[in-house]
Antibody, heavy 123, light 110 residues
Framework: QVHLVESGGGVVQPGRSLRLSCAAS????????MHWVRQAPGKGLEWVAL????????YYADSVKGRFTISRDNSKNTLYLQMHSLTAEDTAIFYC????????????????WGQGTLVTVSS | QSVLTQPPSASGTPGQRVTISCSGS????????VNWYQQFPGTAPKLLIY???QRPSGVPDRFSGSKSGTSASLAISGLQSEDEADYYC???????????FGGGTKQTVL
């Protein structure tokens, strides 16, 4: 049974940094691409970042490019999101999600999601 | 402003068939497959439809998806009270090199 558990959220001041973690279990973590998706309070879903199964490639939303870094440690079955220069617009629940499908990103989907961790950027 | 456009709300009565639209462009829906996610308040999204029209195991067959050109649709046949939720479409965008979501549609059962 796939299990994804996010942690690391909390209240952080504008301009500061925060690192989120997503602990994976129940599947071969090193075989799957992984994503971060966020949802601001009362708003819709926004894709944040993707990392390939082996960490060889990363993609980012324009809104976080240059500020956020996605990474993974396949030996620890853990996904990370390092966030810098946080602003109030980054306040959201952050979900990690597993990607499933084929070798082509364009035809894949997110088949499992964690419960999310809340990041609040406020002074 | 979301890249994919969905109506913010939809409503129907129990037993009715309802559809939710998702409009995109040639760089996303026009080129790639569409997925749909269901989200209940206070919970994580759940995969509902993948690859335009495929249902994961456990999803009732009253949910169906379709795609034509740069638009996609989610249909719910025999609407039930437990279908009251938010629904999101998503697709990869070749121009943005990233995933894009619709703004979400809040489905209400009257």
């Amino acid at each position: 049974q796939v299990h994804l558990v996010e942690s690391g959220g909390g209240v952080v001041q504008p301009g500061r940094s925060l690192r989120l973690s997503c602990a994976a279990s129940g599947f071969t973590f090193s075989s799957y691409g992984m994503h971060w998706v966020r949802q601001a309070p009362g708003k819709g879903l926004e894709w944040v970042a993707l990392i390939y199964y082996d960490g060889s490639k990363e993609y980012y939303a324009d809104s976080v490019k240059g500020r956020f870094t996605i990474s993974r440690d396949n030996s620890k079955n853990t996904l990370y999101l390092q966030m810098h220069s946080l602003t109030a617009e980054d306040t959201a629940i952050f979900y990690c999600a597993r990607e499933t499908g084929t070798v082509m990103i364009q035809t894949n989907w997110f088949d499992s999601w964690g419960q999310g961790t809340l990041v609040t950027v406020s002074s | 402003q979301s890249v994919l456009t969905q109506p913010p709300s939809a409503s129907g009565t129990p037993g009715q068939r309802v559809t939710i639209s998702c409009s995109g462009s040639s760089s996303n829906i026009g080129s790639n497959t569409v997925n749909w996610y269901q989200q209940f308040p206070g919970t994580a999204p759940k995969l509902l439809i993948y690859s335009n029209n495929q249902r994961p195991s456990g999803v009732p067959d009253r949910f169906s998806g379709s795609k034509s050109g740069t638009s996609a649709s989610l249909a719910i046949s025999g609407l039930q009270s437990e279908d009251e939720a938010d629904y999101y479409c998503a697709a990869w965008d070749d121009g943005l090199n990233g995933w894009v979501f619709g703004g979400g549609t809040k489905q209400t059962v009257l």
